[in-house]
């Protein structure tokens, strides 16, 4: 306790890690504003469209809700500021994991040495109010954060567990976790190191706090004959029992880390200890170091260089883990899978293209040709050939348009007048002299070189008009891919910025001042 007391609280100078982060948030926004995705090309009603403005929207509202995020912040650094000389625990896990009652043990030892020991609770906005002493109970007691404070140096933070069976409680931890400098992580040993737990603990370490992992209820009932009578009674486990269960938990801790690819050198020994026996013994020299507490206090104090070291960038660290999980976070929740969809969409789209073009061909050849013989009889007593062909553009235009309202309904083509090409050139109508008895002759008019030429073009026309409105919807597609590629390379650049950025505060260094590049891979290729 006197060790405590005796520590020496300084600050790091933080002003250019944060005006950093306020210029990654700026980047961010500009960068985003400057890479929303659009395709005038595609119609509105489309699939790929609805989804391409699904994708601006979720980024529209993200930004917009920024502000709102950055003051639901401020509750928290207000605490901070308020227990600002002073090292805090953040006393986590799943409720009934004997938090309360570990608190109220080291407040009753801090006061039994002639400490002063204040008890608090939060309201919503991070304001302390005094309260009582917390209440212990089977079931989850704790409703919102409360805290002691010990002496001048030492805070604990009870708080509802983070697996509470009321989901707002749960979210009260989250939000004033940054408050603390360490954590102290109780696991019941009935079930010691659950896998939630220990996935909570990692999230911790993610922001490089020290943790200790401390085994709690290490007791359990055994018989004994008293005065002729078999009665159970409360005993402190067997130390080769706490021992196993403390490699036991150590080791699974260790394994979890590793497969998240966080630092398990972060994680220190667990220990066992048991308040219920501390009390029961009266809570004597004896009594608390067979219950595990003069293991604990050894743990602590062990513990409070590293969280100094974490004390003197907590006000960084509270804007890094807003903008990283809370910000940039939710746009990669969002935006991942949507561009991932939307890359998906285009991915199938491009691959229908020379099928629905080669439909549309085929739509657009057996309705324009089969006209070919009866225009021919119309004109040909005025041999007007220029006349079949105006007739032939006529019904070549209405006929693509009809097969590309079927075949290529998603996209908003240029306008195209189809046939305009055509025209008789050098062949017309032929006139033809026929022998009717062998002495009289007959001229009449025959059109097969101009039918046969007038369907060459129209074949041509026909692949030539297809082929062109094939490449605007390629183009089109090409387009929004570049887009998307372009908002996936912004995300991955700021996530990269951002890391760099918590790398130079937690070695105390300046990051590079060069930008970081696009990774070059296609939208959602990447991952956090």
Request: hydrophobic letters at 45%; aromatic letters at 4%; proline letters at 4%.
């Amino acid at each position: 306790m006197a060790g405590v007391e005796a520590v020496a609280l300084g600050s790091d100078d933080l002003r250019p890690a944060l005006a950093r982060l306020d210029g990654w948030l700026a980047s961010l926004g500009a960068s985003l504003a400057g890479a929303r995705l659009s395709a005038s090309s595609l119609r509105e009603d489309s699939e790929t469209s609805r989804h391409m403005a699904a994708v601006n929207a979720a980024v529209d509202a993200c930004v917009s809700d920024w502000p709102r995020q950055r003051e639901a912040l401020r509750p928290a650094e207000a605490l901070a500021r308020c227990l600002d000389q002073t090292i805090v625990l953040l006393v986590f896990g799943k409720f009934n994991a004997g938090k309360s009652s570990l608190c109220n043990l080291m407040a009753d030892r801090f006061a039994a040495h002639g400490a002063e020991v204040d008890y608090f609770q939060l309201d919503a906005d991070g304001r302390l109010e005094p309260c009582d002493r917390f209440t212990e109970g089977a079931t989850e007691t704790t409703s919102r954060i409360q805290g002691v404070r010990l002496g001048k140096r030492l805070v604990l933070l009870d708080t509802p567990g983070l697996h509470s069976a009321t989901g707002e409680h749960a979210a009260l931890t989250r939000r004033f976790a940054d408050c603390a400098d360490a954590v102290l992580w109780l696991t019941s040993s009935s079930t010691p190191g659950q896998v939630q737990e220990l996935d909570e603990l990692a999230g911790e370490l993610r922001r490089a706090k020290p943790l200790l992992p401390v085994i709690t209820r290490s007791d359990r009932y055994e018989e004994d004959e008293i005065d002729g009578a078999l009665v159970k009674l409360m005993r402190n486990k067997p130390m080769a029992d706490r021992c196993g269960q403390e490699a036991d938990v150590a080791e699974r801790a260790r394994d979890k880390l590793a497969a998240l690819g966080l630092d398990v050198a972060q994680l220190r020994p667990p220990l066992s200890i048991s308040v219920h026996m501390a009390r029961a013994e009266g809570e004597s020299p004896a009594a608390m170091a067979a219950a595990g507490v003069d293991r604990l206090y050894s743990a602590l104090r062990a513990l409070v260089s590293p969280a100094q070291a974490y004390r003197r960038r907590k006000p960084a660290e509270v804007r890094l883990r807003h903008l990283d999980e809370t910000l940039l976070g939710g746009l990669l929740a969002l935006l991942w899978p949507a561009l991932d969809r939307l890359n998906g969409l285009l991915d199938d789209a491009a691959g229908q293209l020379d099928r629905r073009g080669a439909q549309m061909q085929e739509d657009l050849w057996r309705a324009v040709v089969p006209l070919l013989p009866d225009l021919l009889d119309a004109d040909a007593l005025a041999r007007d050939a220029d006349a079949v062909c105006r007739e032939l553009s006529q019904a070549l235009d209405s006929a693509f348009r009809m097969a590309a309202d079927v075949h290529l309904s998603a996209y908003r083509l240029a306008p195209h007048a189809p046939g305009r090409a055509i025209s008789p050139g050098d062949t017309g109508f032929e006139d033809v002299v026929v022998a009717m008895d062998g002495r009289r002759q007959s001229t009449c008019v025959d059109a097969t070189r101009l039918h046969a030429a007038l369907e060459r073009q129209i074949r041509d026309e026909v692949l030539q008009s297809v082929d062109a409105a094939l490449a605007q919807c390629a183009a089109s597609i090409h387009d929004l891919k570049d887009g998307a590629a372009r908002l996936a390379a912004v995300l991955e650049t700021h996530l990269h910025a951002l890391n760099g950025i918590r790398a130079a505060l937690r070695a105390g260094g300046q990051e590079s001042e060069q930008p970081a590049r696009p990774a070059g891979t296609r939208a959602g290729g990447m991952r956090p």
